[in-house]
């Protein structure tokens, strides 16, 4: 059972460029500044971990997630940096092993990566790397990963990349292990190999009831038994937005929020959104969006009810006004996290699954 203590609160952002004051898109040079000043009012106001994610496309700022970590490491002094996430398919193990380990240096032991294949595919051909292998480049990648975080001379060889014998990588983290998590979407595939591996999971649940990721979570832990690895607090990432207001929180989001997904879901095939099935996600769904205590209820709610250790808001849905945006990071530092701890302290977590 988690302790309303111990349970961990995230921000995660996929570098979505925000827009001004008046309205026009920012830059991608001004998103990513403000991605890192975001970082750092969560960082003042409690929140516990940030998560940068990585995608190759226009709307989205941040392609390079540990390069804006770097830069958020020397701003910040609590809070935990990840990705949000590394698309290991698409990049080179090693290369993200040293990576993250310059950011942990950075950082004085607070950074973490979570690896994912990663659910845009625009890094395949940008990197050479053929479509038909999508399965196989994350299978052996994340193999050779896994060995690289003993920081030990690695033999290892696989179809994808170059073999490695008895090579040694730097540099070396003061901890002696990288914190590592795997992004899952709901393949119990994923959710095996994740607890193959050891790695700790974080559940995307971007639509729909957050009930009917219970049985991942159930596969997890029963996986972990099997495997006979240590249980460790599953995660649990979700959209949403924080305003002084419950409607000024669906003012904010909505037009931005139906733009992006209709962009994207043009491409795979999705129906544009409508204003009641934005409304439904928000009130039955994945979507925590309102003011603080709306938001804090919600999340309280999914804690309880699927028992998970970590809950990120991903708190950066299209092109929201970016002082609204900030100031949302606030909220969710300031108020809702700690009205969250209340809420699960009056009303204790559900026993484990």
Not at 168 to 177: I, L
Not at 194 to 219: K, N, W
Not at 223 to 231: I, L, P, Y
Request: hydrophobic fraction near 40%; charged fraction near 25%; charge should be negative.
């Amino acid at each position: 059972m988690s302790n309303s203590e111990t349970i961990e609160f995230g921000i995660d952002t996929f570098g979505d460029i925000p827009s001004g004051a008046n309205g026009e898109l920012l830059s991608a040079a001004q998103g990513i500044r403000a991605t890192v000043q975001e970082a750092v009012v969560a960082d003042q106001a409690g929140v516990d971990v940030i998560a940068v994610g990585e995608h190759h496309r226009p709307e989205y700022a941040i392609s390079s997630p540990e390069t804006v970590l770097a830069g958020i490491a020397t701003a910040t002094e609590n809070i935990r940096l990840s990705s949000g996430v590394t698309v290991l398919s698409s990049d080179d193990p090693v290369r993200v092993y040293q990576r993250f380990a310059t950011v942990d240096a950075l950082s004085n032991g607070r950074a973490e990566v979570m690896l994912g294949r990663g659910s845009f595919t625009e890094s395949f051909p940008l990197f050479g790397h053929d479509m038909a292998d999508y399965e196989v480049l994350f299978d052996e990648k994340i193999d050779l990963f896994h060995k690289l975080l003993d920081e030990k001379p690695v033999t290892w060889q696989g179809t994808k990349r170059a073999p490695l014998t008895d090579m040694d990588v730097f540099p070396k983290t003061e901890s002696g292990r990288l914190n590592t998590w795997v992004g899952v979407g709901g393949s119990p595939q994923s959710v095996i190999r994740t607890a193959h591996y050891g790695f700790r999971m974080m559940l995307a649940v971007i639509g729909g009831s957050p009930e009917r990721f219970a049985p991942y979570i159930d596969l997890y832990r029963q996986a972990n038994e099997q495997f006979g690895h240590q249980s460790t607090p599953v995660g649990l990432h979700s959209p949403g937005f924080v305003a002084d207001t419950d409607e000024l929180a669906r003012e904010y989001m909505f037009d931005a929020y139906k733009e992006q997904r209709d962009r994207i879901g043009a491409t795979r095939g999705w129906p544009a959104m409508s204003r009641e099935e934005f409304e439904h996600e928000v009130s039955d769904g994945s979507l925590y969006v309102g003011s603080p205590e709306t938001v804090a209820r919600k999340i309280a709610n999914t804690i309880n009810t699927l028992d998970i250790g970590r809950f990120d808001l991903i708190y950066s849905g299209g092109a929201v006004d970016a002082g609204a945006r900030l100031h949302a990071v606030e909220l969710y530092g300031q108020k809702v996290i700690p009205l969250v701890r209340e809420m699960l302290a009056e009303k204790p977590v559900a026993a484990s699954r």
